[in-house]
């Protein structure tokens, strides 16, 4: 069941999709309080061995309880653990103990999610304007619970299926060339690839929907001799427009209004890091949908999908605060040799310049003719941005799904592309960051999404990425990202490509089971990755597992995510197959019972665990998604003594949008003495 309570006027953030009848009072077991400057608390008792998920991508645990959260992410927003909040606004929890609910607060800005930090057993929500939309959610177990939150924001987004490939990026393939040899030496080291990513090198002069032709000479042609070679090309796209006065794009939004403005009506300027730019005014339907057309013009040149950046602005300063600070740091009085108390304002005054407070506030949307402070608009902007790109996607290309990542979004985003987490580092407890983030991204309905595997900033060690491909087989989204100072970390250029290149391939054997699961996540409002705690909500130990994770419907993982180790301890909510994966025909398996184990895992290895009664589907691996055979699977199975098993396939042509037919969908049993038969005859399996 859903209910929803209203305080004050809410600002319209458009991310739910079912129009809920308001109650009255308020939420059971909420404490409601407003304060003195028009603020509101609504608390709740925190009880003993009750967990909380959800909020997004945020840093620190799977479970949330004893931290302050705040829906606030601004530029320079690492994954640092003192963090309190990440690029993803998503504010909604779900609790599990003696009762399981969920709530959602529908605000765009100014909630803080005091989480049992200030008092271990109260968790505090507090606006600072007291206007929300409260929604509280009720089922019989998280994943009903899930599923409330789910009906009530929409249906999550599908890409086509080549982005379930393996997708190699890095800041700095700076020309066709660069990227050509990216496909030659992936193919050399015989590594699958479905996706090469351009990142901002491609553009001319870092404009958006330009194309440098000195590097990329004839990119259409370029463009179509990657697909030949079975790979797709993702474009970036920034939100800011760097201001030019020849710039077709810049001048019709200009003459149009579409741009952000100032407090007196001007384009607003930010200074972004690839130059000044002005701000398509998101908000403004028309200014969004015309933003979205032109992403025609990249279509034109062979791009197949989109990487939605910036979109939390990522602004510096505005020329308004950079004046302010030359002036100071011009002064005469100012000597030259600073006294402390110099140093420390002008430390200050630096550091305020990004202060986001300050530049927000000077920045305004249009929203139905009205000035609206994106002080409220900051966190929308991204959903609106995917919005009207998806929005043109649907008019250009109606019956294809369109590949596209955002990295800000508030709630809502989640029905109109994927999501990748932002600027990571390559360090070990990033790998486990990873881990825990797909947890609530998944509660989020953010199905198609990932962590740039290896990590983005830093420097990336062989055995770092080995660990974290290994979890990244799992990750909808599975692509290998890194800045343009870091050491290269594409996986040839380590020692043991060999390693790698049968890890990726494991991805491709797992596509059956990978693409079925995902899409029945999508189409049933549930979740692709699980807590333990999701599907064993009595067993304490499950809900005190924070480093496994249940994928769909058949399987627990157990990623090391730690150096120099060959084993870990693994905790079995219930008996279990071990699957210990090196390659499709490369593996061993073994019985065990419920409790915990150190478990061996080496460099190269993958645990599996099959629950009982369920089978797990797999198929040799290809060179690319488009190349793989799923009509002849190999089907892993535990069965109880004397049962049989189920298993429930979806495939279809992974490129159309009519996702719900019939006759994508299969049975495949197994009976008690293990005799494999599927509901089709194009199925032929085989037991492993
Ligand atoms: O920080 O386009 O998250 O993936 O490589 C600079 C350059 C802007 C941030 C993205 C990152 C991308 C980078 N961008």
């Known amino acids: 069941m859903i209910f929803r309570y209203r ?44 967990v909380l998920c959800g909020l997004g991508e945020n840093v620190r645990g799977i479970n949330r309880r004893g931290w302050i959260f705040e829906n606030n992410p601004m530029l320079g927003n690492a994954h640092a653990e003192s963090r309190p909040s990440r690029f993803t606004v998503q504010n909604a929890l779900i609790a599990v103990g003696k009762n399981c609910y969920g709530f959602f607060v529908d605000a765009p800005a100014g909630i803080t999610f005091d ?30 619970v899930v599923r409330e939150l789910r009906r009530l924001i929409g249906r999550s ?51 958006d929907f330009t194309v440098d032709e000195d590097r990329f000479p004839d990119m259409p042609a370029f463009a179509k001799e990657m697909r030949e070679r079975g790979i797709h090309l993702v474009a970036i796209v920034d939100s ?71 979109n939390d602005l990522s602004l510096f300063y505005s020329p308004e605060q950079r004046k302010k600070i030359m002036t100071v740091f011009g002064s005469p009085t100012l000597s030259m040799q600073l006294d402390g108390d110099d140093y420390f304002h002008l430390l200050d005054l630096c550091r305020k310049m990004q202060s986001a407070d300050r530049l927000y506030k000077d920045i305004y949307h249009n929203v139905n003719g009205k000035k609206v402070s994106h002080r409220l608009g900051h966190n929308l902007y991204g959903l609106h941005m995917m919005r009207g790109v998806a929005r043109a996607m649907q008019e250009l290309v109606p019956e294809r799904r369109v590949m596209q990542l955002a990295k800000i979004s508030y709630y809502g985003t989640h029905r109109y592309g994927g999501t990748w987490t932002g600027d990571n580092s390559s360090w070990w407890s990033h ?29 990336c060690t062989h055995d770092l990425l080995q660990r974290w491909l290994e979890f990244g087989v799992f990750m909808p989204l599975m692509r290998n990202h890194s800045t343009k100072t870091s050491r290269r970390q594409e ?45 064993y909500p009595e067993d304490e130990k499950a809900a005190e597992t924070e480093d496994q994770l249940m994928v769909g419907s058949s399987i627990m993982i157990a990623p090391v995510y730690q150096p120099n180790t060959n084993s870990r301890n693994v905790y079995l909510p219930e008996p279990m197959k071990l699957l210990r994966l090196r390659a499709f025909d490369d593996y061993d398996m073994e019985d065990l019972p419920q409790g915990d184990r150190r478990i061996s895992c080496a460099l190269g290895e993958i645990l599996v665990f099959l629950k009982q009664n369920c089978l797990l589907p797999m198929c040799p691996p290809a060179a690319n998604i488009a190349s793989l055979d799923e009509r002849h699977l190999k089907v892993f199975a535990n069965l109880r003594r004397g049962e049989g098993a189920e298993y429930c396939l979806y495939q279809d042509d992974g490129e159309t949008k009519e996702l719900n037919r019939p006759e994508h969908f299969h049975r495949l049993y197994c009976d008690a003495y293990g005799w494999l038969s599927a509901d089709t005859e194009e199925l032929t399996l085989e037991k492993a």
């Not at 608390?41 to 925190?46: D, F």
């Not at 007196?264 to 933003?291: C, H, Q, S």
């Not at 983030?437 to 900033?457: C, E, H, K, P, T």
């Open 7 to 50: 305080y004050g006027t809410p600002f319209p953030t458009e991310a739910v999709v079912l129009e809920v009848p308001l109650e009255t009072g308020n939420p059971p077991g909420f404490q409601v309080q407003r304060t003195a400057e028009g603020g509101l608390s609504l608390s709740a008792r925190l009880h003993a061995g009750e």
């Open 115 to 144: 989480l049992g930090c200030t008092d271990p057993e109260v968790m505090c929500i507090c606006s600072e304007d007291g206007n929300l939309d409260f929604y509280l959610f009720t089922g019989d177990t998280p994943v009903e």
């Open 157 to 207: 987004y599908v890409p086509p299926k080549w982005a379930f490939g393996y997708g190699q990026n890095r800041w700095r393939y700076h020309s066709a060339e660069d990227v050509r040899t990216v496909a030659d030496r992936m193919k050399e080291a015989g590594i699958p690839l479905d996706a090469i990513y351009l990142d901002i090198d491609y553009m001319k002069d870092y404009q």
């Open 240 to 310: 800011g427009m760097i201001i030019k006065e020849d710039d077709p794009v810049c001048r019709e939004g200009i003459e149009k209004g579409y741009f952000c403005k100032d407090e007196t009506g001007k384009e607003f300027i930010g200074a972004a890091w690839t130059g000044n730019v002005y701000l398509p005014d998101m908000l403004n339907p028309e200014a969004r949908n015309w933003f979205g057309r032109q992403y025609q013009k990249l279509m034109d040149q062979g791009i197949d999908g989109f990487w939605n950046d910036t």
């Open 431 to 459: 790998l486990l960051l990873n881990i825990h983030q797909m947890v609530s991204l998944n509660v989020a309905g953010s199905l198609y999404s990932g962590g740039n595997i290896g990590g983005f900033n830093e420097n």
């Open 491 to 535: 996986p040839y250029e380590f020692r043991h490509s060999a390693l790698y290149a049968r890890t990726i391939a494991l991805r491709y054997s797992l596509i059956p089971y990978i693409y079925s699961e995902f899409m029945k996540a999508v189409l049933e409002d549930g979740m692709y990755f699980r807590p333990l705690v999701f599907d």
